[in-house]
């Protein structure tokens, strides 16, 4: 089981400034790995309600269940993990029947949400490249909904968050791409179509 507080800028992109940010990075489609992710919330949306999201998330090298809560500011999640047997979690993806582990039960728990009410809420597919630095992790993620796909790039960080957006900003305005704070994966999934004209 993992705690902590994600601390992360988005940024909603075209498809030529995906390529371009994979080229500056030194990137491409091979280098990526793939996010197969489903998300559970009860008949009547406690979660959301809560602005909270619960997701199981498998790839060929793990797979893990996260529960995220809104943090001390809307850059902020603090998200709760546990990790799962590979199997374990192809097969319970497979079939849609979520076992969540002990410590987001007991996080469910403290918000009046029993496990057995979840239910699958909808899915979709990350090909997610990623960038290391020191205080920052550069995320260039193709994502693949139901109805539609888009571009997004994330810088994680543990700086603090007002020095975090000044970096983020800057860098996307040295590369001339304009601001488009991007919804959440979770609501963009829900959508019809994008909310972004490209």
Same mark, same amino acid.
């Given at each position: =089981? ?10 909603? *992109?075209?498809?030529?400034? @995906? $390529? $371009? ?11 990526? /790995?793939?996010? /197969?992710? =489903?998300?559970? !919330? ?9 602005? =909270? ?6 790839? !060929?090298?793990?797979? /893990? ?22 199997? +374990?979690?192809?097969? &319970? ?6 076992? #969540?582990?002990?410590? #987001?039960?007991? #996080?469910?728990? &403290? ?5 057995? +009410?979840?239910? #699958? ?11 290391? @630095?020191?205080? &920052? ?6 994502? %693949?909904? %139901? ?10 960080? !543990?700086?603090?968050?007002? %020095? ?7 860098? *996307?305005? !040295? ?7 991007? *919804?959440?994966?979770? $609501?963009?999934?829900? $959508?019809?179509?994008? +909310?972004? +004209?490209?």
């Amino acid at each position: =089981m993992t705690k902590a507080v994600e601390t992360e800028f988005k940024n909603i *992109l075209s498809a030529s400034e @995906y $390529q $371009q940010l994979l080229s500056h990075f030194s990137l491409d489609r091979s280098t990526c /790995h793939t996010q /197969h992710n =489903m998300y559970f !919330d009860t008949t009547d949306h406690a979660l959301k309600e809560k602005h =909270m999201g619960l997701r199981l998330r498998v790839t !060929d090298n793990y797979a /893990h269940i996260t529960l995220k809560e809104p943090g001390t500011n809307h850059h902020q999640m603090l998200e709760t993990t546990d990790h799962l047997p590979l199997e +374990a979690g192809r097969k &319970q993806f497979e079939t849609g029947s979520l076992t #969540v582990g002990p410590n #987001v039960g007991k #996080v469910l728990q &403290q918000h009046g949400i029993h496990p057995n +009410a979840l239910e #699958v809420i909808g899915s979709f597919i990350t090909h997610r490249n990623e960038k290391k @630095y020191p205080h &920052q992790t550069w995320v260039v993620d193709a994502c %693949e909904f %139901e109805h539609f796909n888009d571009y997004e790039l994330e810088m994680e960080t !543990d700086l603090p968050v007002e %020095e975090g957006l000044a970096t983020f900003e800057t860098f *996307l305005a !040295d590369r001339n791409i304009p601001r488009r704070p991007s *919804l959440r994966k979770i $609501q963009r999934m829900q $959508q019809k179509e994008s +909310a972004y +004209a490209l």
